[in-house]
């Protein structure tokens, strides 16, 4: 039970200090987590710490491969509605 | 409240409120002489100043709390030069070094300030660690730092203990529809919290934090990233109410949104304004003439002069290793800032203080106005070829005074020697934003963005390069007048929506 982080990471720093496992580490090209001190946050937070500053959505997932902030899910916008959006921002 | 509607092509010049209305009265005010004398050798805030002194940012607070749909929280990218990114992430060890280093080199440095890349206050332990180590060095140094205000409420205190005498709050929103276009989470309580509760957060943090530091006697800036269709309605009722109570300026920003940049406005095609709307902006806000117009958005690492950014000399493998002599260093600064005083005293002409809009004249005294706009290296003199500014300085020329509006950024269309005219999105998107300047001036000029300026309804010029820009504007104006081609500031309304 661990979360990894991917590719695509920036190395923005917000996750680290607040990981209460002190699993995360500085690295390049990306941020590693500690596979064996990750709790998930389990018994500290009610969300995972780091998935919940993360600022790029799928570079963090969970054991099974599945990203904790899915495509959309930052932006507020569903990749199906993207160009609608777009659209209507560009009318601006 | 002003009226807005998603998506909407700019504003109804009806909406805005006369600037003769009480609380819009206190608002333009002058400044209180206690508070001009605390940034006369401010270079951000004094435009007198930012020929003289210099600032340091100190790139040490990497974290951010916030999302903002126009920052892209990315290292490394040199060709940029935008609030958020840096070349060089520091240790408060590492800053406070590469501070005194430059301090010892640079002796006109007055102003140290912590402005990212991510939110200072999000990384308290890193940006208050390098204030105190700073200021024990060189107490003589003003320290500033730029916040989002989601923390700043709690932080104040700490704020206050280290000595920081200004804080800037970014602050594009007092309501939290609007709010929730321009930010879609904050990181609150341990939780991602987004969409309108999350804008809601955000306002009423910022507003607690403006209202405890200005009990504290911090001077506090605010800042507002200029958003068409999305805020530029609203920014008159944010400086009234950021105004009233206590911030000392409001700066308007206008968006830098280069889909190269990799933000979500910048993917998303968001617009930036144009010099109309910036100018017609910072009119609805009452905003201060000769303070911030001058402002150009500096990066989070920069050094040096205004537009003069240092920076990437002066990386901290550049700096010799070794001890910097602290106290020879504060004399040099000491003998530099007199020295800097007696000249600014002597050249100044005696009505040269910080004017308010107000002591201006009202826009319909204004009616012979007209906006130009300068390709100037050194922001002094029509110095650039118009294909390679990466910014355009905007002023508003009358027949009394040429006043600077602000700086609009821009990608140089022309990337090299053999390439002039090949940017054709960088070329049309300049052309964009110029939209209700009536002149360009610059000191080169191709055939084709010629032809594009004048189809645009703006008159190139290239008569005046390497010309002073004062006497060039006034020489122009006189031109224009002569051959009765003035042109209002402001066009018609459908103009915004062509």
Not at chain 2, 29 to 35: F, Q
Not at chain 2, 96 to 122: C, E, F, N, S
Request: aromatic share 4%; proline share 7%; net charge neutral.
């Amino acid at each position: 039970m661990a979360f990894r982080i991917l590719a695509g990471c920036t190395g923005c720093w917000a996750c680290a200090p607040l990981c209460p496992s002190g699993a995360i580490r500085a690295a390049t090209p990306h941020f590693l987590i500690d596979a064996q001190r990750c709790s998930e946050c389990d018994g500290d937070y009610a969300d995972p710490q780091c998935a919940s500053i993360c600022p790029i959505e799928g570079v963090i997932v969970d054991s099974a491969g599945v990203a904790l902030n899915p495509p959309g899910s930052l932006t507020g916008i569903p990749p199906a509605r993207w160009a609608a959006v777009r659209a209507e921002i560009q009318a601006r | 409240m002003q009226p807005w509607v998603p998506g909407s092509l700019g504003c109804a010049r009806s909406s805005i409120p006369a600037q003769t209305t009480g609380a819009e009265t206190d608002g333009v005010a002058p400044l209180p002489d206690a508070v001009r004398a605390r940034v006369h050798d401010h270079p951000c805030y004094s435009e007198g100043a930012h020929h003289h002194y210099a600032r340091m940012h100190l790139a040490v607070a990497p974290a951010c709390n916030i999302q903002c749909h126009y920052c892209n929280r990315k290292f490394d990218c040199s060709n940029e030069s935008r609030p958020g990114v840096v070349s060089e992430l520091l240790t408060p060890e590492q800053a406070a070094h590469k501070a005194m280093a430059v301090a010892a080199r640079i002796p006109q440095l007055t102003v140290i300030g912590i402005a990212g890349p991510g939110d200072p206050l999000a990384n308290p332990e890193r940006t208050f660690d390098t204030l105190r180590l700073v200021r024990a060095r060189a107490p003589d140094m003003k320290l500033c730092v730029s916040t989002n205000g989601l923390a700043l409420p709690g932080l104040v205190d700490d704020l206050v203990r280290c000595g920081v005498d200004h804080v800037t709050i970014t602050i594009n929103c007092v309501d939290p529809e609007i709010g929730a276009m321009i930010y879609p989470w904050i990181f609150w309580q341990n939780r991602r919290v987004k969409g309108r509760r999350a804008a809601e957060i955000l306002i009423e943090q910022q507003q607690k934090g403006l209202e405890a530091l200005v009990a504290h006697g911090v001077l506090v800036k605010v800042n507002s990233v200029l958003i068409p269709g999305v805020n530029d309605c609203h920014l008159s009722q944010v400086s009234r109410v950021v105004k009233a109570k206590g911030a000392f300026l409001h700066n308007l920003l206008p968006l830098i949104a280069e889909p190269s940049h990799g933000t979500f406005f910048g993917l998303m095609g968001q617009r930036p304004p144009t010099a109309e709307e910036l100018s017609a902006a910072q009119d609805a806000c009452g905003a201060d003439m000769r303070l911030m117009r001058h402002c150009r958005q500096c990066r989070a690492d920069a050094i040096g002069l205004l537009g003069d950014d240092r920076g990437s000399g002066l990386r901290l493998a550049d700096l010799a290793e070794g001890e910097v002599d602290d106290r020879a260093a504060m004399e040099a600064r000491q003998a530099a800032r007199a020295a800097i005083e007696r000249s600014r005293a002597a050249a100044r002409p005696a009505a040269e203080v910080l004017v308010p809009l107000a002591a201006v004249g009202r826009r319909s005294e204004r009616a012979d106005a007209v906006l130009m706009a300068v390709a100037s290296r050194d922001g002094t003199c029509v110095d650039q070829h118009f294909g390679q500014a990466s910014e355009l300085l905007v002023y508003e020329v009358s027949a009394r005074r040429a006043v600077r509006v602000g700086t609009l950024q821009v990608e140089p269309y022309c990337s090299g020697a053999d390439a002039c005219g090949g940017g054709d999105a960088a070329l049309r998107a300049t052309v964009a934003v110029l939209a209700g300047c009536a002149v360009l001036l610059c000191a080169q000029i191709g055939y084709e963005p010629w032809r594009r300026l004048e189809a645009a309804g703006i008159q190139p010029n290239g008569e005046h390069a390497d010309e002073p820009i004062d006497a060039t504007l006034r020489a122009v104006y006189r031109e224009l007048a002569e051959a009765g081609r003035l042109k209002p500031v402001r066009s018609t309304p459908d103009r915004l929506t062509a």
